[in-house]
């Protein structure tokens, strides 16, 4: 048998689209399996709904193993093939039609009644949304932005402008801020890694040349003459040639900036000076060299204080030393006076 079948869409306006193809075979299976000639997608068909064939000189089509089929909105098991006859299967309605010449019967199908869109009708029909399960996203966001703003703004600032508290905390292990510091401290200043206002006294201040004197009581000028010191480094901050926070390294600048512009050409800015130029600390250090002044019955010397040199105590504890040049691989220590 030969059955021509007509799939009919419809456009967005709603006319009717027309897509015709010729069936053939001794019985034509329809449902939703692959191995049917013709093929309804839909879910709610049985994989063999029905069957299409010829008997008794008539096209018929009948419900495969208890399938039905509905005609007029009554079910029934089968029903010989008449123009102008409709019936359903499932969602799809089928109208017979007048089969062209070449063929024993023609229908028109047409998908009348789709699946809803799944995703806007099952949202439509769902009760739970994330904010009743107690997951939305507002309450988690506020309360990490509480507790960052309290973890490290709120108590970092009173602890840090409320002198009581300060004092209090300044032998904890951990104080409240140390979340703002931007380094570990030099090696000499670890011990005060909890007790921030040892150095920064007023909170959001810079660093004072007071608190650092507090301590470091006896550090004489970087230069000897007391008028000299006053004039080059009257205004000069501790914390412009000393920097901290920056690891275990001695805490003393090297860096061109700050001391090249009087060392590169030392003698412009101090005549008298024995120094050699130096154009970098860090690369291009000079020799050392020591003057001491021995006392008057020679049994000792003096070493000057102007320059708070880390080298004093390493001469003193040697006073083999005096009155003979010292030379090392790198370094010559000559002793004069
Ligand atoms: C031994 C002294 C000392 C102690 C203790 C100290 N600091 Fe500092 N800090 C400094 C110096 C020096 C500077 C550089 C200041 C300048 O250049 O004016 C500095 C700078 C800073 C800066 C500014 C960083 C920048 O790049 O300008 C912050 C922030 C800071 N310190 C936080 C802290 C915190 C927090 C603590 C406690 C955990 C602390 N400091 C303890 C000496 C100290
Ligand atoms: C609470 C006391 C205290 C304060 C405040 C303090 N220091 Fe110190 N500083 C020390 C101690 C203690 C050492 C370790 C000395 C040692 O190792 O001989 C040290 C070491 C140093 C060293 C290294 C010396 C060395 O021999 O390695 C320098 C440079 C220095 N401090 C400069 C400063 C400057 C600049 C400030 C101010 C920003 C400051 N210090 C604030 C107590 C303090
Ligand atoms: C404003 C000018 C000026 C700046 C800036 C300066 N110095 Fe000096 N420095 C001098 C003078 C002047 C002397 C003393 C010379 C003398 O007494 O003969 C001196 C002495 C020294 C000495 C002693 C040298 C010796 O053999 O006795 C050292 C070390 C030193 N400076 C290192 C530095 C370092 C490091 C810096 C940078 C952090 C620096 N200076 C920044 C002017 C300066
Ligand atoms: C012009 C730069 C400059 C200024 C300003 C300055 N220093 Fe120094 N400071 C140095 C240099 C350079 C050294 C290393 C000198 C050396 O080892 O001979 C040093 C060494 C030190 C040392 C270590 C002394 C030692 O025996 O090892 C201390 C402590 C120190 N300075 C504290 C201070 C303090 C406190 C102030 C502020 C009152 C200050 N310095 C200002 C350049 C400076």
Redesign the pocket.
């Known amino acids: 048998m030969k059955v021509q079948l007509a799939r009919i869409t419809r456009s967005r306006k709603g006319h009717p689209i027309r897509a015709e193809q010729l069936v053939e075979g001794e019985t034509i299976a329809i449902g939703r399996g692959a191995q049917c000639a013709i093929h309804l997608s839909d879910p709610r068909v049985a994989f063999e709904h029905a069957s299409l064939f010829a008997s008794e000189g008539a096209g018929r089509i009948a419900g495969v193993g208890g399938a039905a089929l509905t005609i007029d909105g009554r079910q029934a098991g089968d029903l010989v093939l008449t123009p102008g006859v409709r019936f359903e299967i499932g969602p799809y309605q089928f109208v017979v039609e007048e089969p062209p010449p070449g063929a024993d019967a023609a229908l028109a199908c047409e998908l009348v009644r789709p699946l809803p869109d799944s995703a806007s009708e099952l949202s439509a029909h769902s009760t739970m949304g994330l904010e009743a399960a107690g997951l939305g996203k507002r309450g988690p966001a506020w309360t990490l932005f509480i507790l960052v703003a309290v973890v490290f703004l709120g108590l970092p600032i009173l602890n840090a402008t409320i002198p009581v508290l300060r004092a209090l905390t300044a032998d904890m292990k951990v104080s409240p801020d140390v979340v703002w510091s931007p380094g570990p401290l030099a090696s000499g200043h670890q011990w005060l890694s909890f007790d921030c206002g040892a150095c920064h006294q007023t909170p959001f201040r810079r660093v004072r ?1 007071v608190a ?2 507090s301590c ?1 009581e006896k ?1 004489p000028g ?1 230069v000897h003459a007391p008028a000299l010191q006053k004039e080059l ?1 009257g205004g ?1 901050r ?1 914390a ?3 920097f901290d926070h920056r690891g275990a390294d001695e805490p ?1 600048r090297a860096d061109a900036g700050v001391c090249m512009p009087c060392h590169a050409d030392i003698k412009r800015t101090y005549a008298q000076t024995r120094l050699d130029n130096v154009t970098d600390f860090a690369t291009a250090h000079p020799e050392f060299r020591l003057v001491a002044t021995m006392n008057d019955d020679a049994s000792t010397f003096d070493l000057p204080e102007y ?5 004093q105590p390493q001469i003193r504890s040697h006073r083999a030393l005096q009155g003979r040049v010292v030379s090392g691989r790198n370094v010559t220590l000559q002793i004069e006076w």
């Open positions: 040349d650092c004197v470091h550090v970087h480094f000069t501790c412009q040639c000393h003393i320059i708070h040199s880390r080298l």
